[in-house]
């Protein structure tokens, strides 16, 4: 159950696990404050209603609760991501992400390879547009960067499919490919500082 929440707290970034910087210190209170949204949000799936139902999540609660409860969820090599909700549906994020375990697994075929750059433990940082619709989101990357160096697409890709394999998605996710959203969630409507979350 704990990673489902951990999923549903991270939904409106759910295309992009990696995720970019805000400037507060993450506090307990908001940690707390997210798992309860998040455990109304998970019971209220359970027993749908007809008319809609609507649950604001703030960027401070978001990133507690990854600091805080969500950090032994994250992929191995995956830490300190933090999520800002920049509005009209922009969203962004950033995490310090392990680029060496990438590199063993790919083996770079020539200098050209974007791969054979990727080394270290490096702050990776995307930013985008999410749209959201009876049930289905939809991610449109606008710029990502590596170790502050802007990056193209590919290689976000490449970093995003390695950390979010699974035994049932072994090429992990496509930036590109439409995504359920999870526990009846119609829409995420993101606005400056927080998202609405309407089931």
Same mark, same amino acid.
């Given at each position: $159950?704990?990673?489902?929440? /951990?999923?549903?707290?991270?939904?409106?970034?759910?295309?992009?696990?990696?995720?970019? $910087?805000?400037?507060?210190?993450?506090?307990?209170?908001? @940690?707390?404050?997210?798992?309860?949204?998040?455990?109304?949000? $998970?019971?209220?799936?359970?027993?749908?209603?007809?008319?809609?139902?609507?649950?604001?999540? *703030?960027?401070?609660?978001?990133?507690?609760?990854?600091? !805080?409860?969500?950090?032994?969820?994250?992929?191995? +090599?995956?830490?300190?991501? &933090?999520?800002?909700? #920049?509005? *009209?549906?922009?969203?962004?994020?950033?995490?310090? /992400?392990? !680029?060496?375990? =990438?590199?063993?697994?790919?083996?770079?075929?020539?200098?050209?390879?974007?791969?054979?750059?990727?080394?270290?433990?490096?702050? /990776?940082? %995307?930013?985008?547009?999410? *749209? *959201?619709?009876?049930? &289905?989101?939809?991610?449109? !990357?606008?710029? @990502?960067?590596? +170790?502050?160096?802007?990056?193209?697409? $590919?290689?976000?890709?490449?970093? /995003?499919?390695?950390?979010?394999?699974?035994?049932?998605?072994?090429?992990?996710?496509? #930036?590109?490919?439409?995504?359920?959203?999870?526990?009846? =969630?119609?829409? =995420?409507? &993101?606005?400056?500082?927080? %998202?609405?979350?309407?089931?």
């Amino acid at each position: $159950m704990f990673v489902s929440q /951990v999923r549903l707290a991270t939904a409106f970034v759910a295309a992009v696990p990696i995720v970019i $910087m805000a400037a507060e210190q993450p506090s307990r209170k908001d @940690a707390d404050q997210m798992r309860q949204k998040v455990a109304a949000i $998970m019971q209220l799936s359970e027993r749908p209603r007809r008319e809609p139902v609507k649950t604001t999540v *703030t960027e401070p609660e978001v990133n507690a609760y990854l600091a !805080l409860d969500a950090r032994n969820e994250l992929p191995a +090599g995956v830490v300190e991501p &933090v999520v800002s909700i #920049l509005g *009209t549906g922009r969203v962004a994020g950033r995490a310090i /992400v392990d !680029l060496d375990a =990438i590199r063993k697994q790919k083996k770079p075929t020539s200098m050209l390879d974007p791969a054979s750059y990727l080394t270290g433990r490096l702050p /990776v940082e %995307a930013t985008g547009v999410l *749209t *959201t619709s009876n049930g &289905v989101g939809r991610f449109q !990357l606008e710029s @990502a960067s590596v +170790g502050g160096v802007p990056v193209p697409k $590919m290689v976000l890709q490449e970093i /995003v499919s390695h950390y979010s394999r699974t035994a049932q998605n072994p090429s992990g996710i496509n #930036l590109d490919d439409p995504f359920p959203l999870p526990s009846r =969630i119609r829409e =995420i409507q &993101v606005e400056r500082g927080h %998202a609405v979350v309407v089931q």
